[in-house]
């Protein structure tokens, strides 16, 4: 369905106004960009990818990359040619990669040289056309295409209803789907962006989430460029170099998305206590349930971590707590943002009361039109009338604000009792000693199911399970207190830090 509105070409207009202010840096490479210098990249990556590699409007491009300015010029190239940008998590295995590249069919896959051997692996499994690699400035297929590129191509005129982008979902809760991804949605999630995190043409974000998830492209990387700001690009989570580019005055960021475990990572580095962040106008945390105590531990120190959240179906951005809230109302996602509708359900479709527990359901312009070839799940995703299923309970409190219980698929029910098991993890954080902890159910003959906790401990912690039981014992009721206690050395996380809750033993 066509919206009528033209897609505009962000880079191009900047690279008008604003030819000389910076729009990209890529820190493993040392490159900087201007808007001209990667409007002038983009430009010769449509080119290359035009006339060397056949691509065409509504042909899928795969890039199997690490963080790189490269992979954003390859997304804003499909932009100019109307095809379809298709970013691949790299800490997939080959028959996972397989899965994603036969239900997406994309015509090339453009690949980090460190990923050839997948790549190639992959690339004949699903009859994948071109292959090219790219080496984060230094000598590749892709950088000898931009050199060798010439002449200029006529742009589609691309309406916001197309697609720009497929994103697979990151597969905590099973076989990942693409998510379609439409200029409409990430025009407004920008818009909706920038009102409520203070994004201006000034703003340096540091992007570290990878760029194959929405939260390394969306939040606040692609606003970022939207509004004309730079985007400094880490090539992937590093804590120590982490704590020096916060602390870096020269470098000056402004804005920064991280998922609780960077935070938690953070805190454990030396020097963390005397760091002086205030230069930062927004720190995010999002992505998964936020542990109370991190955000209080946080705020002590004169941190406001903001908390939002969001999707990858939804912009993401659905729910974000403004600065001023973000101590008064911490452990809340705050409100929605302009232009995003929600609603609180029970399993009938019915509103919930204020402070009652329901499934959070959206509307609006940053919601999906759908899945990529998926349309069972597309039927089981929305009402009738438009409203999609987000899987996650949440609450409201008087105020309005929104709180994440939890995902619908990871609460349990013990003894007829609804236990979510965000609200028991929060409680075994608040011990000293403890750096991780997941919570799941497990099958019990007495109590139909009865919560297992996973705990992982700092570095010369000492707990052991009667201590955990008797704290949670002592902060909540008995049918939510885990009845056994597992420790282990790490949790298991997916690429972008948010524990898997599904590979932990249920037996
Ligand atoms: P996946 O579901 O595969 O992790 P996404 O990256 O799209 O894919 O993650 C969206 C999910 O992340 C949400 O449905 C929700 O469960 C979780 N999430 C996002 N933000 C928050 C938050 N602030 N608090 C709790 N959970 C969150």
New binding site residues.
């Given amino acids: 369905m066509s919206s009528g509105i033209p897609a505009e070409d962000w880079i191009g207009h900047h690279a008008r106004f604003a030819p000389g202010s910076p729009a990209a840096h890529d820190l493993a490479s040392g490159r900087r960009f201007t808007y001209a210098q990667f409007d002038e990249r983009i430009a010769r990556a449509a080119l290359w990818l035009a006339r060397a590699l056949g691509v065409k409007r509504g042909d899928r491009v795969a890039v199997l990359s690490m963080n790189d300015t490269d992979v954003f010029e390859l997304q804003f190239a499909c932009r100019r040619l109307g095809a379809i940008f298709l970013p691949l998590n790299w800490r997939l295995a080959v028959p996972e990669l397989e899965f994603i590249c036969k239900d997406a069919s994309p015509l090339v896959l453009i690949h980090g040289t460190e990923f050839a051997d997948a790549a190639h692996q992959v690339a004949k499994l699903a009859s994948v056309r071109h292959l090219a690699d790219l080496a984060n400035g230094k000598p590749s297929a892709y950088e000898s295409g931009l050199a060798a590129a010439s002449g200029t191509l006529d742009p589609p005129v691309l309406d916001l209803a197309d697609i720009w982008t497929i994103m697979y979902?990151?597969?905590?809760?099973g076989r990942?789907k693409g998510?379609q991804i439409t200029y409409q949605m990430c025009v407004f999630n920008a818009i909706q962006c920038a009102m409520t995190v203070g994004l201006t043409a000034e703003t340096k974000n540091l992007v570290f989430l990878p760029t194959f998830?929405?939260?390394g492209l969306n939040v606040y990387a692609n606003p970022t460029f939207h509004t004309g700001g730079c985007n400094v690009v880490m090539r992937s989570f590093d804590p120590s170099l982490f704590l020096k580019l916060l602390t870096d005055r020269a470098l000056h960021l402004t804005h920064l998305l991280g998922v609780p475990t960077n935070f938690l990572m953070l805190a454990q580095e030396l020097g963390f206590a005397d760091a002086d962040l205030s230069h930062i106008v927004c720190i995010g945390?999002?992505?998964?349930?936020?542990p109370l105590a991190l955000l209080e531990d946080y705020g002590r120190k004169g941190i406001p971590l903001q908390?939002?959240?969001?999707?990858?179906?939804t912009g993401?951005l659905g729910?974000m707590l403004s600065p001023a809230m973000a101590l008064a109302k911490v452990g809340s996602?705050g409100l929605p943002p302009m232009y995003v509708r929600l609603k609180i359900c029970d399993p009938d479709g019915n509103e919930v009361k204020p402070g009652e527990t329901g499934e959070l359901m959206i509307k609006g312009p940053t919601v999906t039109p759908g899945y990529w070839n998926r349309p069972e799940a597309n039927r089981a995703s929305f009402t009738k009338d438009g409203w999609f299923h987000?899987?996650?309970a949440a609450r409201q409190d008087e105020d309005g604000y929104y709180y994440?219980v939890?995902?619908w698929k990871d609460m349990f029910i013990s003894g007829g009792e609804n236990v979510y098991p965000?609200e028991v993890e929060n409680v075994i954080f608040q011990l000293d000693g403890v750096l991780e902890n997941a919570v799941v159910g497990i099958p019990h003959a007495k109590w139909g199911e009865v919560g297992r906790a996973f705990v992982v401990l700092k570095t010369g912690a000492n707990l052991d399970e009667a201590a955990v039981i008797e704290h949670c014992g002592s902060q909540l009721a008995r049918y939510k207190v885990p009845k056994e206690v597992r420790f282990l050395d790490a949790l298991p996380h997916?690429a972008?830090g948010?524990v898997l809750k599904h590979q932990l033993p249920r037996s």
Avoid: V, Y
């Fill in positions: 979902t990151s597969g905590t809760t990942p998510a998830h929405t939260g945390i999002g992505g998964a349930a936020a908390q939002g959240w969001g999707m990858t179906e993401p729910l996602s987000t899987g996650d994440i939890d995902r965000a997916n972008t948010k």
